[in-house]
């Protein structure tokens, strides 16, 4: 119902320290399109694509793209969705955004802001296999039903490490989170081996958080912040 995840889109202050960032990470930039007026660009490890957005009135939000986003306006608007933003016309780049129980921001644009970069198809980052956008949500019943209304498949899963409830897509995956756990949208990666994922990460001057969340302390994870602030969280694979 959506249409097709486009970008995770972050918001930045400083766009040339978070392009710094992941590409250190090993993230290939894309070519961007003339979409937004403020500074903008791409990133994508193969499986992840970060929209990096410098502005001060941009929010971050996940965004998908919607063809003829007008023509189909109408089957959102029957979800009694409670839009923050719609900028609709002929002189405009269309865009519609509202926010889940949660407090997430979703946005839906009417076409593709940038070229895919190419990348060879077993490429992978630093960060390792990329799983799912974690998100904090206190009532996860509402945010799971209201994820389930706009297409994706919710499933509860209490064996995880991290219970949670993980709504699945075609293009993406989000996982639905306790806030002690996940304070804020996450990137969420699996590592093959822990110890030599930190290591490579210290020789690229990329170094562990200060404060992590109780429940990930106990983990065999390993939690670091982007410069805008995204949090990133690199697990063990488990058997």
Not at 49 to 56: C, F, I, M, N, R
Not at 111 to 140: D, H, K, M, Q, V
Request: glycine share 6%; charged share 25%; hydrophobic share 45%.
């Amino acid at each position: 119902m959506l249409g097709r995840f486009l970008e995770f889109s972050i918001a930045t202050p400083d766009i040339r320290a978070s392009l710094s960032f992941y590409g250190k990470l090993g993230f290939s930039p894309a070519e961007v399109g003339e979409a937004w007026s403020h500074p903008y660009a791409v990133v994508s490890d193969g499986r992840i694509v970060l929209g990096l957005h410098q502005s001060a009135e941009f929010d971050s939000s996940l965004t998908f793209v919607k063809p003829d986003l007008f023509k189909h306006l109408g089957s959102f608007e029957r979800l009694d969705l409670a839009f923050e933003f719609k900028r609709l016309g002929n002189d405009v780049f269309n865009e519609v955004g509202w926010r889940d129980p949660a407090g997430h921001l979703i946005r839906l644009v009417e076409a593709r802001t940038f070229s895919p970069p190419e990348r060879a198809p077993n490429a992978r980052s630093s960060c390792g296999y990329f799983l799912e956008i974690a998100l904090p949500a206190a009532a996860r019943d509402a945010a799971k039903a209201h994820w389930e209304a706009l297409g994706f498949v919710g499933m509860d899963d209490d064996e995880s490490v991290l219970p949670h409830v993980s709504c699945t897509s075609d293009t993406i995956d989000v996982g639905l989170y306790d806030p002690s756990q996940v304070r804020a949208p996450t990137l969420l990666f699996e590592v093959d081996d822990l110890k030599a994922t930190m290591a490579a990460l210290e020789r690229l001057g990329v170094t562990a958080a200060k404060r992590v969340p109780t429940a990930v302390k106990s983990l065999p994870a390993l939690l670091v912040d982007s410069p805008e602030g995204t949090p990133i969280i690199m697990s063990a694979a488990t058997a």
